[in-house]
């Protein structure tokens, strides 16, 4: 990669048999959501518990309703499950744990219930508590009813964080997760359709959730999904549907990537808004501000630009060769001044030396994987500052003053630097070749805003506050967790702990109403 490069911004299980196509989605009568016809000839298939979505949430609920003796019906408009939560990075925040205890890090459920809050700003704080009083409870259940290996000897630590908490999974990502979870669910005898995509919530004149429409992406038919006991809405965020999240957040362009799979989009979350669902914060959409725009999705050049030159390097705007933000601040920070330079045209470049590429301030991330992503072409090598600033047409003089003030902060054992950044134990000055540089932006991370629910992942109505009745949900697709900023490692455990929740309190709800189920 030199400088044109970096300056540039399969199915695992078959779809549906197909169906009646063409059929056409009857319109609301007065009132929420319920349908005054019948919709005679389509294809119908009943479960005690319907579920919308595969990733974490999805298949934890899945889990604990068959545990409960019901019959399962996990629906996935994409042609493989598994969601965000499959190609994440298998972080999750857990105090408590065995390894925090080898490490000698002191936590605590209410340490890491006041880092949420803080971060977050405007989170329920009755959701984080019993998130962060569940967090070991659920660690441990991946270990025993999932068999999911955890590493035994490192933490990762978010920057937003107190300490270090949060646990990696063995084979470092989260499919280590999702898989055990799937084949979990399926040998308890959950049954999986996808392909099928979810278009409408059905309801009774009395606003009872008697289950769904869906249509075969293949085929195009719609179909009838009742729900006997209750429907789980799980069908993730929406940080890959421009048109809405623009509407949301109008920051949040084309021009903006995302790290999340194709499939979040907010045609769930518009239909349970259809039958009277409180939906919340939208606006919050948080963003990964070190991402690398020449990877698609999430990538790994984010590690170099964090790990390398964010705790021991610059980030600079290239048109200038000066930093613009503190590289080890908050997420919502980072992210403001990132746009705040785009916005000017200006591209920004993370650089760090040998140094810091020797030693990432990451126990996951290693010198080697910087060679690795060299090889790809995501970071260059450069054999000095000045045929780095020459490839780039960078002022040099302007690097060299920043590199400078940098290194003189840690000679002298200043705290901070001039940006504002903690200066940690062991750093060493930047100045030894070669020298390493990537293109850095921001892309949308996860959606804070969503449905409304309860502690019990029952949501909640706009008309009275009250539980829609047979209605749950649990992960991305909620809102009110994370509010106005995101502490990092928190998703998979949000999905599991409200996930498991969804899925028992659903399992126990009262069978639906002959009566109600005749408006299918």
Known sequence: MRRRRILAGASLWPFLPAGEAGARLPSPETGFGSFPENLPGLPETAADVLIVGSGAAGLAAAVEARKAGRSVIVLEKMGSIGGNSGISQGLMSVPGTPVQEKLGIADSPERFAADMLKESYCGHPGRIRLMAEKALETYEWTEKELGVSWKPDHLEKEIEASVARASV?????????????????????????????????????????????????????????????????????????????????????????????????????RAAAKIGAWIIHLQYISCIPDANPDEKGWGTGWQFTRYCAGAQGIWVERKTGKRFTNEMGSSV????????????????????????????RSGIFTEEDVKTLVARGYVTEFETLESLADELEMPLES??????????????????????????????????????????????????????????????????????????????????????????????????????????????????????????
């Open 169 to 269: 999974i063995g084979s470092g990502s989260g499919a280590g997760l999702i898989i055990p979870l799937y084949e979990r669910a399926r040998a308890l005898g959950a049954r999986f359709e996808v392909g099928m995509k979810v278009e409408r919530i059905v309801t009774s004149p009395k606003g009872v959730v008697l289950g769904v429409l869906a249509r075969n992406v293949r085929s195009g038919a719609l179909m009838r999904w009742r729900a006997r006991y209750g429907v789980v809405l799980a069908a993730g965020g929406f940080g890959a549907d421009i048109d809405f999240r623009e509407f949301c957040n109008p920051r949040l362009s084309e021009r903006v990537g995302t790290t999340t799979q194709p499939g979040s989009t907010a045609e769930v979350l």
């Open 333 to 360: 920070d980072r992210t403001n001044a990132v746009f705040d330079a785009l916005r000017r045209e200006h591209d920004l470049i993370a650089i760090a030396d040998a140094r810091a590429v020797r030693h990432p």
């Open 399 to 520: 690097l060299r003053q920043e590199i400078a003030a940098y290194s003189q902060s840690v000679l002298k054992g200043d705290l901070y630097d001039r940006m504002g950044r903690r200066i940690e134990k062991g750093a060493e000055p930047m100045g030894e070749a070669p020298w390493y540089a990537a293109p850095l932006t921001a892309k949308v991370l996860s959606c804070s805003g969503g449905i409304a629910i309860d502690l019990r992942a029952r949501v909640l109505s706009v008309e009275d506050d009250q539980p829609i009745p047979h209605l749950y949900a649990a992960g991305e697709i909620t809102g009110g967790l994370h509010g106005v900023g995101y502490l990092g490692s928190c998703g998979l455990l949000d999905a599991l702990v409200f996930g498991r929740i969804a899925g028992r309190e659903a399992a126990k709800s009262e069978k639906d109403q002959t009566e109600d189920s005749a408006l299918f």
